[in-house]
């Protein structure tokens, strides 16, 4: 796939609304404010199946805001969304409900349910929503958890685990309903490299395993373009490169490789847009008043 | 000035705001009631956190507030010769008052609070956006159990204290300043009308339960996900649940007991 610099560029696989057999997810043109501001300004992706899509970008670009729209915690202003073939904002609650238990999702901070403990909250989906026995809730839970490596410890409450141990958690609970998508939103954000490592690889994994789809929010840039089939670099509220790993390093963009090399300065600025330094420090009417 | 006024539009309308979603929230507690019927278990269990777990506190309190009254009263009535309506007032002042507003001052401040946190808390740490992630409506799997205990839950207590409260005048009225017990005993039993007193009661302590379950857990499911927002969402849960309560309670009587 050949990069991509211009979000008015890209295309979905199918424009057409009624379904999209290649892509599970597809956005289309989508606006949305936030208290007023401008956080997606025309965004448009489109997340193939069975694949592992990386949105990268950096803080505050609406790259969780982009999971919530997908999740319908969201209504956009403008666009159109796809999800599995059901444009989103569309659906009515049930029928959103129904879509959500064919998704999962990994919260950054795990949302994992603080009064359970790990097996109880890995099971909790698969008691609300199925009338499974306990024998076989007890062997899908220690299935999930054999396979984020945490089966030792499913008697801990989520309080006595570590941060990556914590993302496991969630991450095996998200998988418990053998969803046809997971989103994961900075799922190396504050964890040591062992603990990043064993995400990169579980998820990876799991992709491959369970056949799934992937959605990578984050702004780690080294771990993204490890695992990614696909990546797409928001900036502005909208796409300003995508492709595959490759291509996305390779890209000559002045603004993506100020991202990708961690660069303070450049097309994305060192200062908060602010008055001209001089005349604000010397303002004799603020200066007097006190204000700011 | 027009700072003033505009702060103080502003305001009003952040209230009819707040009151709006607070009323849609009711109507969708009411719409998951079938469904948290069906899993009474976890009503059960709401009902053990804020009510028994309520019972120590409305039980201390109310043996003092019936020893209070019938030290009030006897030093009242001894003077017109009166003391043997000792049992009569204690026992009026609970069932129609006391009983109720206390009971429900108490569980605000107790259940009511512990509710707004920990449904603020839930949503401050992601649990609850979670759950909808999970396909799992917070509304009634959260919420539901908890304002339906406390519905269920305050006109028990408020029975518990009335009653708590008579034995508390009964010690001290009777053990104490030497009132006759069957003197006591039987002018209650001649003054207080089941349907106008202890009915009427009960019904206020309904209506004070499903105030205060409602603001706790609207406050809890709307504060602002933070820990300034939480504790803010806790304070005005209990200043809000006991102007109601003191509220409802004028207009209540003043229908009731004409």
């Known amino acids: 796939m050949a990069i991509q610099e211009d979000s008015t560029a890209i295309e979905p696989k199918s424009s057409n609304l009624s379904s999209d057999t290649e892509n599970i997810v597809v956005l289309t043109d989508i606006h949305l404010k936030r208290g007023g501001k401008p956080v997606l300004n025309g ?250 | 000035m027009i700072n003033a006024v505009r702060r103080i539009g502003s305001v009003s309308l952040s209230c009819f705001a707040a009151s709006g979603r607070a009323c849609l929230l009711f109507i969708q507690l009411l719409f998951s009631l079938p469904a948290a019927i069906r899993r009474y278990e976890l009503l059960l269990e709401q009902i053990y956190r804020v009510g028994v777990l309520t019972l120590p506190i409305i039980i201390v309190a109310a043996l003092f507030v019936g020893m209070v009254l019938a030290l009030q009263g006897y030093n009242t009535l001894v003077d017109f010769g009166a003391e043997s309506s000792l049992g009569l007032l204690v026992a009026l002042s609970l069932t129609r008052e006391l009983g109720p507003v206390l009971a429900g001052l108490l569980f605000a401040g107790r259940a009511g609070a512990a509710l707004t946190a920990e449904i603020g808390l839930m949503k401050a740490t992601e649990q609850l956006a979670g759950m909808e992630m999970m396909a799992v409506d917070p509304v009634w799997r959260v919420l539901m159990p908890r304002f339906l205990a406390g519905v269920l839950s305050v006109p028990l207590l408020a029975l518990m204290f009335t009653a708590v409260g008579i034995f508390g005048g009964y010690i001290l009225g009777v053990d104490v300043l030497g009132v006759d017990q069957g003197v006591f005993w039987s002018a209650m039993q001649q003054g207080v009308d089941f349907r106008q007193d202890v009915m009427n009661g009960l019904l206020k302590s309904l209506v004070f339960g499903v105030l205060i379950s409602l603001i706790a857990v609207f406050m809890g499911y709307d504060a602002s996900p933070t820990p300034a927002g939480v504790g803010t969402a806790t304070t005005l849960t209990v200043v809000l649940s006991s102007l109601a309560v003191l509220a409802m309670d004028f207009s209540l009587t003043s229908m009731m007991f004409e």
């Open chain 1, 43 to 292: 965004l448009s992706m489109a997340v193939p199946r069975n694949s592992v899509t990386a949105v990268i970008g950096p803080s505050g670009v609406g790259k969780t805001t982009l999971l919530e729209l997908i999740g319908g915690r969201l209504t956009a202003d403008k666009g159109y969304l796809l999800v599995d073939g059901l444009s989103v904002p569309d659906l009515g609650r049930r029928e959103l409900f129904t879509l959500r238990k064919k998704l999962g999702m990994l919260f950054q901070s795990g949302a994992l349910l603080k009064d359970l403990d790990v097996y109880e909250n890995i099971a909790f989906p698969l008691r609300e929503h199925t009338g499974l026995p306990e024998a076989v809730i007890r062997q899908l839970v220690l299935l999930k958890l054999e396979l984020v490596g945490l089966r030792g410890a499913r008697r801990l409450k989520p309080a006595e685990l570590s941060g990556g141990m914590t993302r496991r958690v969630a991450l095996a609970r998200a998988i418990v309903m053998d969803p046809v998508m997971v989103m994961y939103d900075e799922p190396f954000t504050g964890l040591d490299p062992i603990s990043k490592a064993i995400i990169v690889k579980l998820i990876r994994q799991l992709n491959n395993i369970l056949g799934m789809t992937s959605i990578v929010v984050t702004h780690d840039v080294h771990e993204a373009m490890q695992i990614a089939d696909h990546v797409y670099m928001l900036a502005q509220g909208k796409v300003i490169a995508s492709g595959t790993p490759v291509e996305i390093q390779s890209s000559a963009q002045d603004d993506v490789q100020q991202f990708l090399q961690g660069q303070p300065d450049g097309p994305v600025p060192f200062h908060y847009p602010a008055d001209e330094y001089y005349s604000d420090l010397f303002d004799r009417t603020s200066s007097q008043s006190g204000k700011l």
